[in-house]
């Protein structure tokens, strides 16, 4: 993925790009939360660009590439290639400017993200199993059609662009010592390192990817861990960094921290819970990285970007649900019963003596064993998973043999 300068942003064009947006794009919050900083051990302040009108920071360098473009370049029309967010803020923005615009998207991009493009109003192809198939296909459009192309994060305008989310943090919090911000091809951090260091030269900028595409922490430690696989995170599943982000990470960041996928939903399911505001898989890495890694950030002023909220519904929901089974708050049981009439109410009253609360109920008669028994399913809700295996040994001290737990 080439890009058509390798010449950093400066200060100057990041300041130069918040006043080209200004007025059409959200000026975020930048809010102190003091339940995950007790969580965290640190102070805890998130930039909310879940936000933006397309719930992404993508618009910041979107806008600001479109508003370079000359009449020529907008007539023609531009090409892009995107997992979801990018092309959701190019489409928008191209389609308030009138800018006829093509997105190639991955086959696995979340059915949400790609409604959301065709409804701005972009033709949308979606080709390739991964982020690299698309990009060559769009560059093969851009090409063959004569368009403008629109990187998602290898382009100094793109990271001028994003870089204008440090000087509105720096002016809310100008305290802030360290900043943790999520990373797929480099763009988002490139742009904050570069805009938050230009103004605080002694702030530390630290980056956060997944277990499953670790591509920019194998560039810059040279390593050599495999990007590939499933991710809740799948806006930052980029197997190839960007040149230009590359460089500058390697400059200006930090450290980069690994995370995995129940962290990931971990953080989904706290920010939702604790600050009532959804967040994508990738925009909720930054705070998972910090809550696993708490010695390094202990007692610091410290910047959060949730850069974005487009989750599916049904992701979301099942998130959700895996969170409440791993902290013991819903918990499966199957008991061996008699047939017989009576036995059924007996259980319901234990559970709910013990303070659970049955959230379904299955009876299977299929089973090896007499003709006369059963296997009792209960999905039941508790309040964490000491009190899971409360209702559980008080099931077994009435004489009811659990022949599966689930895990919690």
């Known amino acids: 993925m080439t890009t058509p300068s390798l010449n950093p942003p400066t200060l100057d064009d990041i300041r130069a790009a918040a006043q080209r947006i200004e007025g059409t794009l959200e000026r975020t919050p930048t809010r102190h939360s003091a339940t995950l900083s007790e969580i965290a051990g640190c102070d805890v302040y998130l930039k909310f660009e879940n936000l933006q009108f397309t719930s992404s920071?993508?618009?910041?360098?979107a806008l600001n590439k479109l508003l370079s473009l000359t009449p020529e370049q907008r007539k023609r029309g531009i090409a892009a290639m995107s997992a979801g967010n990018h092309a959701q803020g190019v489409a928008y923005h191209a389609g308030r400017l009138?800018?006829?615009?093509?997105?190639?998207?991955?086959?696995f991009t979340p059915f949400v993200k790609v409604k959301h493009t065709k409804g701005f109003g972009a033709r949308v192809v979606l080709e390739g199993a991964t982020l690299t198939e698309s990009f060559g296909r769009a560059n093969q459009i851009a090409q063959s059609e004569g368009l403008a192309f629109v990187h998602p994060y290898d382009d100094p305008v793109i990271v001028a662009?994003?870089?204008?989310?440090?000087?509105?943090?720096?002016?809310?919090v100008p305290?802030?010592?360290?900043?943790?911000?999520?990373?797929?091809?480099?763009?988002?951090?490139?742009?904050?390192a570069v805009g938050?260091?230009?103004?605080?030269?002694?702030?530390?900028?630290?980056?956060?990817?997944?277990?499953a595409y670790p591509s920019m922490y194998d560039a810059i430690k040279g390593a050599s861990l495999p990007c590939s696989g499933q991710s809740v995170a799948e806006g930052i599943a980029v197997k190839a960094p960007g040149e230009l982000t590359r460089r500058i990470v390697t400059e200006r960041i930090k450290d980069i921290f690994l995370v995995g996928e129940q962290e990931i939903e971990h953080a989904i399911v706290q920010l939702l819970e604790i600050e009532k505001t959804v967040v994508e898989g990738a925009g909720a890495t930054g705070f998972a990285a910090v809550t696993a890694n708490r010695d390094v950030f202990r007692g610091r002023k410290l910047g959060v970007v949730l850069s974005g909220g487009n989750i599916d519904m049904r992701l979301l929901s099942n998130v959700i649900l895996r969170e409440l089974a791993r902290v013991g708050r819903m918990f499966s049981v199957a008991i061996a019963i008699d047939d017989r009439p009576g036995v059924l109410a007996r259980i319901a009253?234990?559970?709910?003596?013990?303070?659970?609360?049955?959230?379904?109920?299955?009876?299977?008669?299929?089973?090896?064993?007499?003709?006369k028994s059963a296997t009792l399913g209960m999905?039941?809700?508790?309040?964490?998973n000491d009190h899971a295996r409360e209702i559980r040994a008080?099931?077994?001290?009435?004489?009811?043999?659990?022949?599966e737990r689930a895990e919690t």
């Open 57 to 61: 920071f993508k618009e910041r360098g």
């Open 98 to 107: 009138g800018i006829p615009t093509t997105i190639v998207m991955p086959e």
């Open 161 to 172: 662009g994003t870089g204008t989310i440090a000087l509105e943090m720096l002016a809310d």
């Open 175 to 192: 305290a802030l010592d360290a900043i943790v911000v999520p990373i797929g091809g480099g763009g988002l951090i490139s742009g904050i």
């Open 196 to 211: 938050a260091q230009s103004l605080k030269p002694g702030i530390e900028i630290f980056g956060a990817q997944t277990y």
């Open 349 to 371: 009253a234990l559970v709910g003596e013990a303070g659970g609360n049955i959230l379904e109920v299955s009876h299977n008669r299929m089973i090896d064993d007499s003709a």
């Open 379 to 384: 999905l039941i809700e508790a309040r964490d």
């Open 394 to 403: 008080h099931l077994e001290g009435a004489g009811f043999a659990i022949k």
